[in-house]
């Protein structure tokens, strides 16, 4: 596709359940990114993928946190038993490797 | 231990002035220095960035200036217009070849016509 692509835009969880967030990043683009942005901050890394490897967790904030790219293309974060500091806008942005991101417009969650 | 700090938090210009947010950082082992505008509702867009090789960068009205000994960057918009009011947000990088990347806090610009 032309651009990032995120599904869902909004996500209303109540607490204490799954969710399942999935990036489409642009055709070719090697490497993906997942960012946490919370209201009035700038995005937080979370997650690094090149292909399907998965190179860097260190920003995923717990254990309830995971996430994949099984085929090297579509990307899914899933966060279990969602609390309400889980509530944010998650970013996903992919790069050819030259240049720097292009993102997506996010999903943004709110935990009640 | 905040590695990224962004100035001003909000900013208000006259249309046609100049614009000017600053970022310094600490880890110098960073190489490259993007700055990405925000708007509402979207994900933050590449504008401009820079490699430590050289001191400054033209794209446009947009211009970021680098000191690699003072560890700061700043992002200039000439002739501000009102369409540029939005989110701003310098980062750095250790692999310029889309390693992670540590944000700024952000500058909301103001624009006024």
């Known amino acids: 596709g032309a651009g990032v692509s995120q599904s869902p835009r909004y996500k209303v969880a109540k607490r204490g359940q799954d969710v399942a967030l999935r990036c489409d990043p642009i055709?070719?683009?090697?490497?993906l990114f997942w960012y946490q942005q919370a209201l009035g901050q700038g995005p937080e890394f979370l997650t690094y993928?090149?292909?399907?490897?998965?190179?860097?967790k260190s920003g995923l904030p717990s254990d309830r946190f995971f996430a994949e790219r099984p085929e090297g293309s579509v990307s899914t974060l899933k966060i279990q038993r969602t609390q309400q500091e889980d509530s944010a806008v998650y970013l996903c942005?992919?790069?050819?490797?030259?240049?720097?991101?292009?993102f997506g417009s996010g999903t943004r969650l709110t935990v009640v | 231990q905040q590695q990224v700090k962004q100035s001003p938090q909000s900013l208000i210009v006259q249309k046609g002035g100049i614009s000017i947010i600053n970022c310094a950082y600490e880890n110098t082992a960073f190489d490259y220095f993007p700055w990405y505008q925000q708007f509402p509702g979207k994900g933050p867009a590449l504008l401009i960035a820079i490699r430590p090789d050289v001191s400054e960068k033209k794209e446009g009205r947009f211009t970021i200036s680098f000191n690699k000994s003072a560890k700061q960057f700043s992002l200039h918009i000439m002739d501000s217009q009102p369409g540029d009011s939005a989110t701003y947000f310098c980062?750095?990088?250790?692999?310029?070849?889309?390693?992670?990347?540590?944000f700024g806090d952000g500058t909301t610009l103001t624009v006024k016509p």
């Open positions: 993928f090149q292909n399907e490897a998965q190179l860097d």
């Open positions: 980062a750095a990088s250790i692999n310029t070849n889309a390693g992670k990347s540590t």
């Open positions: 055709s070719g683009h090697v490497s």
């Open positions: 942005a992919s790069s050819s490797g030259r240049h720097g991101y292009t």
